[in-house]
């Protein structure tokens, strides 16, 4: 089967809750945009199921495939960000302009979270992805996530050692071939053709 990997567009910027929560940023004006590009390519695609990260901005990137699909996306908490239970939200490249340390720990494959596993949290995207793959044999499954969780399955896949080894573009898709037998294979890697004059410079 082939799954297909979807970061999600971008979202808008939360400096911190007012009490701590976690952000769950709503996507961008230009990341509406960027929603509605997949459609003109995953649209045409024999798509078996749809699946999202929990957090509104894949939720959102994810809505306008749903609806050229006629499909409601499966909400898969495995799919998750590292980063979900932080209280604040900045989008990469606003750390990269600012010099901020979380960019350059991301840069080094680190993540910046505090008490996130790294393991743990390949681990559980790994397993999402292969719960995935054993409902949908010989199909296509779109799922919605994010940077993250893309370099963990793509990176397990591949035999990456570090946890964020490749900067996913907004929108972008990275496809995994996964047969029957076991074996697991990267088919593409951050395709960003349908996106390329709406991700920042």
């Not at 976690?22 to 929603?35: I, K, V, Y």
């Not at 720990?105 to 793959?133: C, K, N, Q």
Request: a negative charge; one cysteine or more.
């Amino acid at each position: 089967m082939e799954i297909v990997l979807v970061r999600h567009a971008l979202p808008v910027r939360i400096d911190a809750t007012h009490d701590g929560s976690p952000a769950d940023p709503q996507l961008s004006q230009r990341g509406h945009e960027q929603a509605e590009r997949l459609v003109a390519v995953l649209a045409l695609e024999e798509v078996d199921a749809l699946y999202s990260s929990p957090s509104r901005r894949a939720r959102e990137t994810a809505a306008p495939l749903e609806r050229a699909l006629g499909m409601t996306a499966e909400i898969d908490d495995g799919l998750a960000e590292f980063d979900s239970k932080d209280s604040s939200y900045v989008p990469v490249e606003e750390l990269k302009a600012a010099g901020d340390p979380r960019y350059t720990a991301l840069i080094h494959g680190d993540l910046y979270s505090h008490d996130v596993d790294p393991v743990a949290f390949r681990t559980r995207v790994v397993e999402a992805v292969e719960r995935i793959v054993a409902r949908h044999p010989g199909g296509k499954a779109v799922l919605v996530s994010h940077a993250g969780a893309i370099n963990a399955a793509a990176g397990h896949v591949l035999g990456q050692e570090r946890t964020i080894w490749f900067p996913p573009d907004y929108c972008s898709i990275t496809r995994i071939g996964a047969s029957r037998d076991g074996r697991r294979g990267v088919i593409s890697l951050n395709e960003t053709g349908h996106v390329r004059d709406l991700l920042p410079r």
